[in-house]
C-alpha cells in the first residue's frame, strides 16, 4: 500500500495551475488578444503542459488501476465486520478517489491544450500568410520618393557603422588599426599564394594530372588573401568594440568577406577536376570558368545584401525596419543573378536534361520579381529566399552524393592498403563485400535525401509550424485503424537490427579466422558452428530490435500463430528444408568439401545454406539440392569415414 503513495510524491506536476492556464490562453486567443511573438510563447507553454500532462497520466495510471483492485477486494466488508480493515478501506477509498480525480484532470489538460495548441498553429499560420501578402509601396511609388530615401543612406550607413570603441580607443586609431591589420592579412594571403604558386610549379602541376594534395589547397590559397582579411577584420573588431555584434554594419562588412572567400573556395572546389561538376557531360573543361564568374556573382550580390540590410533580410519574418527600396533592389539584383546562373546550365549538355527544375526556378525567380516591383516585398522575399536555399542544398546534396559514391568506389575497388583492409574487414568474399557495401551506400544516400526533404519543408515553410508538426509526428506517432504507429521508434529498431547484423557477421568471421583455424576440427564442423552463431545473432537481433521498437511482443503472439498456420498449409516444403538443414549443421552426415551423390547429381559440397545445399559438379556446374531430400533421401558421402575410395570404370576392349 504504500508503492501508490511514493509514485504520487515523485510526481509533482498540479494540474489544477495548468487548467486555469489553459483556459486563460483560450480566453487570450477568442479576444484575438496576441501577436505573432505572443502565439510563439503561447505555442511553447502548450506544448509544455501537453508534456507535462502526458507523463502525469502515465504515472496516475498505475497507481489508479492498483487502487481499484484493492478497493474490489474489500468490496463486500461492513463496519461491523472488522473495524481496522474497514477503516484501511476508507483510506483505499480516499486515496483512490484523488487519484481518479487527477487522471481525469491531466487527461482533460492533454486534451484541451492539444485542441488549443492546434488553434494556436492554425493563427500562426493565418498571420504568416497575412503578413506574407501584406504590401507597400509599388516600383512607381518608390521612384516618385527615391531621391529622399538615397539622401538619407549616407546618415544610416554611417549610425550602422559606428563601433562603440572600448578602453582608450577612439575611432581614428581603430581606423589606422583595422586598415593596419587588412595590410597584414592582404600581404600574408599573396605571399601564401604565392608560395602555392611556385611549389605547384616545382612540383610539376598540371601536367601530371589531377590529384586531391594539389587541387584540394589550390582554392585556398588562391583566396587566401579574402579569407585571411576577413577573419583579422572580424578579430580586430571584436577586441577593439564593445559591441562587435553581426547587427553592426562594420562587422557584418568583415563577416561578408570572409563567406564570400569561403564561398569562392567552395565555388572553386565544387568545379573543378576532381569534383561532380567534372563527371558532368560537356562541363570540364569549357563550362568551368564562365561558371564560376556567375556563381561568384551570386555570391556577391547575396553577401551585399546580407552586409546592406542585415542578418535577417532573406528570412521570412522580422522584415519591417528595411527600407522597402533597398529590399527591393536587393531582391532585383538576386533574382537576375540568379536568372543568369539558370540560364547558362542550359548551355552545358549534361545538365540540359533538368529542364523541368530549371523551368521552376525560371517561374519562381519571375513571380518573386514581379512581386517585388508590385510591391508584395514580403512575398517576393518568401520567393527568393525559397529559391537561393533550395538551389544551395541541392548542390550540397549533389557534392554528398558524390563523395559517398566515390568513397565507396574507392573501398570496393581500390588497390591501397586502407581499401583492402576495408574489404577484409567487411566479408571474406569479394561478391559479400560489394552486397555488404552496397548497403551501407544506399543508407548514407536514404539519410541524404531524407534531410534534403527535411531542409525543403523547413525552408518553404512560411508559418514554421509544419516542421515541428512533422517532427511531433516522427517522434510521438499516431493510431491508424487501433494500432499506434511511431515513426521514430521503428527507424531506431531498424537502425538497431541493421548495427546487430553487422556486428553478428564480424563476430561470425571473427570465430572462423581467429579461433576456430587454430583448433583441431575439420571445415566442417567450423562451417556449422560459424552457420549457427549466424542464426543465433539473427534471432537475437531481431528481439533487440522488436524491444527497442518498443513492438509488444505479446501481440505478435497472434502473428506468430497465423504465421505457423501458414506454415502448415502453405509453406510446408520451406520449413522442411530449414529444419532439415540445422538436421545437417548438427549431425553433419555431409559437411563442406565432402564428395557426394545424390540422385542423378555428383560433385563436391560447397555450402549448406538455410534452404538448400549447394554442390558443385565435376562440369563446375553449381546445384542447389533442398536440404529435405539429403535427409530423407539416398545420399553416397564418399568421405564420410575415409577420404580414401575406390572408383570402378569400365574399359571395352576388342574381342
Known sequence: FAAPAALAQEDSFDPEPGLTRVESLQDALERQDFTQTDLASYRTELERLVAEAEACDA????????????VALFEDLGPDDNPAL?????????????????????????????????????RISELAARYLWSRTASIIGLAATAPDRVRSWPERIRTGMSPQVSGSMDMLRLLWLLVA??????????????????????????????????LLPKPLAVHAPLLLLGVTLMLTLMFATDNATLDLAAMRVAYGITLFGLGCVVIDWSTGALSPAAQVTGFYPEHVVPTRRRLRALMLVIVVSYVVLGRSWLSISQRSEYDPLSRMLMIVGLCLALW???????????????????????????????????????????MTHG???????????????WLVF???????????????????????????????????????????????????????????????????????????????????????????????????GWIKRLIDKRWLRHMNMDRGARDAIVTLSGYIGFVVAVLIALNAAEINLAGLAIVGGALALGIGFGLQAIASNFVSGLILLFERPIKAGDFVTVGGVEGFVRRIRIRATDIETLDNQNVLVPNSELVSGHVTNWVLRNPQGRLRIRVGVAY
Not at 504515472?59 to 484493492?70: G, I, K, N, S, W
Not at 478517489?97 to 488549443?116: E, F, K, P, T
Not at 536514404?446 to 512533422?470: H, K, M, N, P, R
Not at 521508434?489 to 553478428?504: D, E
Open 406 to 504: 566515390s568513397l565507396f568506389e574507392s573501398i570496393i575497388d581500390g588497390s591501397t592498403a586502407v581499401a583492402r583492409r576495408f574489404r577484409d574487414f567487411a566479408s571474406t568474399s569479394e561478391s559479400d563485400s560489394r552486397t555488404g557495401f552496397g548497403i551501407m551506400q544506399l543508407t548514407a544516400d536514404i539519410i541524404i535525401w531524407f534531410g534534403f526533404a527535411v531542409y525543403l519543408v523547413y525552408v518553404w515553410d512560411s508559418s514554421g509550424v509544419t516542421l515541428d508538426q512533422i517532427t511531433k509526428l516522427i517522434m510521438e506517432g499516431d493510431t491508424i485503424g487501433g494500432i499506434e504507429l511511431q515513426p521514430l521508434r521503428i527507424a531506431i529498431g531498424l537502425l538497431t537490427f541493421a548495427v546487430l547484423i553487422a556486428l553478428t
Open 340 to 382: 543568369s546562373v539558370f540560364s547558362y546550365f542550359g548551355r552545358v549538355n549534361g545538365l540540359r536534361r533538368f529542364r523541368v527544375p530549371r523551368l521552376m526556378g525560371f517561374v519562381a525567380l519571375a513571380v518573386a520579381l514581379g512581386a517585388a516591383l508590385l510591391g508584395y516585398l514580403n512575398f517576393a522575399s518568401y
Open 181 to 214: 591589420a587588412g595590410a597584414i592579412a592582404i600581404g600574408a594571403g599573396v605571399f601564401a599564394r604565392y608560395r602555392f604558386a611556385r611549389w605547384y610549379e616545382q612540383a610539376g602541376y598540371p601536367a601530371r594530372g589531377p590529384q586531391l594534395r594539389a
Open 86 to 122: 474497514f477503516d484501511q478501506l476508507i483510506d483505499i477509498r480516499a486515496r483512490y478517489n484523488d487519484a481518479q480525480q487527477r487522471q481525469v484532470a491531466c487527461r482533460q489538460i492533454v486534451n484541451d491544450a492539444g485542441d488549443l495548441l492546434q488553434a494556436v498553429n492554425e
Open 59 to 70: 504515472a496516475v495510471t498505475p497507481e489508479v488501476d492498483q487502487l481499484r483492485d484493492q
Open 387 to 401: 529559391v537561393v536555399r533550395t538551389f544551395a542544398a541541392i548542390i550540397v546534396v549533389w557534392i554528398l552524393l
